[in-house]
């Protein structure tokens, strides 16, 4: 009988513990509640707590470095954590930004690039991401400021010259490009096409190994912002710009839109993106600092003199989806209508 007591008052003490622990849990919860936020939200909030991860998908000294790690440095200052740039080439792109939709979406891992390997190079070959699912675009930031240019050997002055003269003698004239399927090689075709002109493409690995072969005159045109200390020395001829506006370094260059092809709009814009799953507080967050960094003019004033546009507002999020998926669609049916396949 008294075994009987101890045991019923050991129990009566478990159960006395156990509801003391469910009443601190609730008041946890409830204080939470009351300042409005989870334990999870509240980490949310808080976030960065430790260095931030910003993968570029292509090899080091790109003309990507510049405007990414200008942008790193300062989402380091703005939010108290390291943004440190790791790159991640390969696959024209591919390589790294497979890496970051693949990777753990707790907001320490991001993606910062041009857009093509996530609308472009998943249209020309099956891939392991789908470039609008599995990613989340958080802002977008600048394009590169570029012309189209060819060797003075041409003798040409404009767009409409040039066309001309490519038409009298199809099939002679070239132009380069970083590769099959990279932006540049889809200017190039873009132009072929709204022209009705035939010209060769010439893929190099990079637009900077071409350039030499340029100068020497054995191809003739480039499509790229590399054209314009060139043009400067004279060693070639500035035909357009292809932003929508005309460059203050060469006032007098028309842009594409100007002389007859209004619908010649193929920016190298760049974006932040983050894994799908990331929370919407931490993306809201990132995208609010970015936004910040558009108003810096400091910022850019260096990014216009090395050639990038910064937008003057970032795009939101829903922006930067309908963005993409429109840009998605038309390089599918642009590759479709040049009939552009790896094996070229």
């Excluded at 009443?23 to 509240?42: E, K």
């Excluded at 998943?122 to 802002?139: F, M, Q, S």
């Excluded at 710009?241 to 709009?265: A, C, H, N, W």
Aim: aromatic fraction near 8%; hydrophobic fraction near 45%.
């Amino acid at each position: 009988m008294i075994a009987l007591n101890v045991g019923e008052q050991r129990k009566g003490g478990l159960v006395k513990s156990m509801r003391g622990i469910r009443i601190f849990a609730g008041l946890l919860v409830l204080s939470c509640a009351i300042l409005g936020l989870s334990p999870t939200a509240r980490a949310q909030t808080d976030w960065p707590t430790r260095p931030v991860r910003v993968v570029i998908p292509y090899a080091p000294g790109s003309g990507t470095d510049f405007i990414i790690r200008a942008v790193a440095e300062r989402l380091s200052r703005q939010l108290g954590q390291q943004f440190v740039v790791e790159h991640r080439s390969g696959a024209a792109g591919a390589l790294g930004t497979e890496a970051v939709a693949r990777s753990l979406p707790d907001g320490y891992t991001f993606l910062m690039t041009p857009q093509a390997p996530v609308v472009v190079i998943p249209n020309l070959r099956k891939l392991p991401y789908d470039g609008l699912k599995d990613l989340i675009g958080v802002a977008r930031m600048g394009e590169v400021i570029a012309g189209f240019a060819v060797h003075p050997s041409l003798g040409v002055k404009d767009m409409a010259e040039f066309v001309a003269l490519a038409k009298k003698r199809p099939g002679q004239f070239s132009f380069v490009s970083a590769g099959v399927g990279s932006v540049n090689h889809l200017r190039g075709e873009t132009l072929k096409l709204m022209a009705g002109i035939d010209l060769l493409h010439v893929p190099y690995r990079g637009n900077g190994e071409a350039v030499p072969d340029l100068l020497a005159g054995q191809v003739h045109g480039i499509f790229d912002s590399l054209v314009f200390p060139h043009v400067k020395a004279g060693k070639l001829s500035l035909l357009a710009i292809l932003s929508d506006e005309r460059y203050s370094e060469f006032p007098d260059v028309k842009t594409m839109k100007e002389q007859g092809f209004p619908d010649f709009d193929l920016p190298i814009w760049f974006g932040t993106y983050a894994p799908v799953g990331v929370a919407p507080q931490i993306v809201d967050k990132l995208h609010q600092a970015i936004s910040t960094i558009h108003g810096d003019d400091e910022f850019k004033a260096k990014q216009f003199a090395a050639g990038i546009h910064i937008y003057p507002r970032a795009d939101s999020v829903p922006e930067m989806k309908e963005r993409l998926a429109r840009q998605s669609a038309y390089f599918g049916d642009l590759i479709k209508r040049a009939n552009i396949t790896l094996e070229q």
